[in-house]
Antibody, heavy 123, light 107 residues
Framework: QVQLQESGPGLVKPSQTLSLTCTVS??????????WSWIRQPAGKGLEWIGR???????NYNPSLKSRGTISADTSKNQFSLTLTSVTAADTAVYYC???????????????WGKGTPVTVSS | DIQMTQSPSSLSASVGDRVTITCQAS??????LNWYQQRPGEAPKLLIY???SLEAGVSSRFSGTGSGTDFTLTITSLQPEDFATYYC?????????FGQGTRLDIK
C-alpha cells in the first residue's frame, strides 16, 4: 500500500523560507509512471496545484508562485521536497503531496494523497 | 491558465436523491478531466479520471460525462457518506487547475 507523509514546520515567519518534505513508502519515486506533486489548500478554500517532479528530475511549476517555489527529490531517501521562499500570509494553507499517475499521453490523475500538513505564516 | 468553473458552488440534497454537478473549462480540454471528493478534515480522493473512468473501489453511483469544455459529475441514490465537497481538475495544460469546488450538504 502506497503512503505519502508530509513533514515540516507548522509555523514560518513572513519573508522566510518554507521547507516541506514528503516521504513515500510502498513505491519508488524513481518509477517512470508517476509524477510527484505538491498541492495546497487555504482554510475554507479550494485546491491550488503548486508544481511537480518526475523521476528524470524534470519539474513544472505554477506561475502563480512567481518563481518562489522549488521541488526536488532525494531518491536515496525516497522523498521529495518543496521549498517556498519569501513567504507571506497568503501562503498559509494545508499542503498536500500527491502521487500522480501518468500514462504518457492519455491519463493523468492524483491517485494517492498524503494527509496534509498545515502551515501558518505569521510573526 | 485554463480556468475551471463549477456550478453550483453549493447544493443541498437528501439521502436517495440524484444530483448533478457541472464543470466548465475556459478552453477545450478534450477529455482531460478528473473529479475528486473531499470530506471535511480529509485529503481529496480520486473518484473519476479521464472524464468518465471510475477509480477502483469507487461506488458505481458516481459517473462522469462530457468533452471539450463541458463536463458533469452525477451521483445517484445519495448516501450519507457522499455529502462532501467535489472538485473537477483539468490536466490538458500546465498549470494543472481545479474548479472552485461544489459543496454538497444534507437537506
Amino acid at each position: 500500500q502506497v503512503q505519502l507523509q508530509e513533514s515540516g514546520p507548522g509555523l514560518v515567519k513572513p519573508s522566510q523560507t518554507l521547507s516541506l518534505t514528503c516521504t513515500v513508502s510502498g513505491d519508488s519515486i524513481n518509477s517512470r509512471s508517476y509524477y510527484w506533486s505538491w498541492i495546497r489548500q487555504p482554510a475554507g478554500k479550494g485546491l491550488e496545484w503548486i508544481g511537480r517532479i518526475r523521476a528524470s528530475g524534470a519539474t513544472n511549476y505554477n506561475p502563480s508562485l512567481k518563481s518562489r517555489g522549488t521541488i526536488s527529490a532525494d531518491t536515496s531517501k525516497n522523498q521529495f521536497s518543496l521549498t517556498l521562499t519569501s513567504v507571506t500570509a497568503a501562503d498559509t494553507a494545508v499542503y498536500y503531496c500527491t502521487r500522480d499517475f501518468w500514462s504518457g499521453n492519455y491519463y493523468y490523475y492524483m491517485d494517492v494523497w498524503g494527509k496534509g500538513t498545515p502551515v501558518t505564516v505569521s510573526s | 491558465d485554463i480556468q475551471m468553473t463549477q456550478s453550483p458552488s453549493s447544493l443541498s440534497a437528501s439521502v436517495g436523491d440524484r444530483v448533478t454537478i457541472t464543470c466548465q473549462a475556459s478552453q477545450d480540454i478534450s477529455h482531460y478531466l478528473n473529479w475528486y471528493q473531499q470530506r471535511p478534515g480529509e485529503a481529496p480522493k480520486l473518484l473519476i479520471y479521464d472524464t468518465s473512468s471510475l477509480e477502483a473501489g469507487v461506488s458505481s453511483r458516481f459517473s462522469g460525462t462530457g468533452s471539450g469544455t463541458d463536463f458533469t459529475l452525477t451521483i445517484t441514490s445519495l448516501q450519507p457518506e457522499d455529502f462532501a465537497t467535489y472538485y473537477c481538475q483539468q490536466y490538458d495544460n500546465v498549470p494543472i487547475t481545479f474548479g472552485q469546488g461544489t459543496r454538497l450538504d444534507i437537506k
